[in-house]
Nanobody
Framework: QVQLVESGGGLVQAGGSLRLSCAAS????????MAWFRQAPGKEREFVAG??????????SDSVKGRFTISRDNTKNTVYLYLQMNSLKPEDTAVHYC?????????????????WGQGTQVTVSS
């Protein structure tokens, strides 16, 4: 059974930090590109950051570049994806989703990602 389960969301003040985690199991996700997306109320879901299967290549949206860091751990049967979020801003408030793609490159198109988690809420107060 394929499962992507996010955790680590919560309420934080502006300028604070959070670390999101995603546990991916049920497929050989260690060979998959993985990414974080987010959806704020009333807005479309958008790409946040992505990482290649081996962690060598990463990609960030302009809005989070320099503040967020994506990483992954492929050493266990369950693949773990992380998003370290620093210097958080109120505009980062959104439901954050992890996703996996069998494509060999990091793409920012959500249509390229076949597997999705249920999401975790991040709320940043001003």
């Amino acid at each position: 059974q394929v499962q992507l389960v996010e955790s680590g969301g919560g309420l934080v003040q502006a300028g604070g930090s959070l670390r999101l985690s995603c546990a991916a199991s049920g497929r050989t996700f260690r060979s998959y590109t993985m990414a974080w997306f987010r959806q704020a109320p009333g807005k479309e879901r958008e790409f946040v950051a992505g990482i290649s299967w081996n962690g060598v290549s990463t990609r960030y949206s302009d809005s989070v570049k320099g503040r967020f860091t994506i990483s992954r751990d492929n050493t266990k049967n369950t693949v773990y994806l992380y998003l370290q979020m620093n210097s958080l801003k109120p505009e980062d408030t959104a439901v954050h989703y992890c996703a996996a793609s069998s494509r060999g490159v990091v793409l920012d198109d959500q249509g390229e990602y076949a597997y999705w988690g249920q999401g975790t809420q991040v709320t940043v107060s001003s």
